[in-house]
């Protein structure tokens, strides 16, 4: 009876381990710093978004820079290997950037003070 119990026990293992293989196969690797990362100044706030997303057939990185709340003058800026990609004054989302291999993108939102009596605020983003 305990050689049957162990045969069992070494089956259904075995069966576990094939299934976790099967669908780690057909499941794309996550991101480490995928997910919505906020960035917040007094007056403007954005998300910068990490997704993976399908390039030739491979899953990668890509990112995009969108802005939820301009009260003052804001700037939205993503950089690659710290040339600017993006850099925009309105509200709308940017563009998708890839981000695999051979990239680093940064996002940052700057508020600027025009009057003179204030100080300009900047929100770096996550490097990825």
Request: aromatic share 12%; charged share 15%; hydrophobic share 35%.
């Amino acid at each position: 009876m305990l050689s049957r119990r162990t045969s069992l026990r070494s089956a259904v293992a075995a069966l576990g381990v094939g299934a976790v293989l099967a669908l780690g196969a057909s499941t794309p690797a996550f991101a480490a710093n995928e997910g919505d990362h906020w960035l917040y100044t007094p007056n403007c706030t954005a998300d910068q978004k990490i997704e993976l997303h399908p390039y030739s057939g491979v899953y990668h990185d890509a990112q995009a820079i969108d802005p939820t709340y301009l009260g003052g003058s804001c700037e939205f800026i993503l950089t690659d290997n710290g040339r600017v990609i993006y850099d925009s004054f309105s509200g709308a989302q940017s563009p998708w950037y890839y981000d695999g291999p051979g990239h680093t993108i940064c996002a940052k939102v700057v508020e600027y003070n025009y009057n003179g009596r204030g100080t300009n605020y900047t929100a770096n983003g996550v490097c990825n």
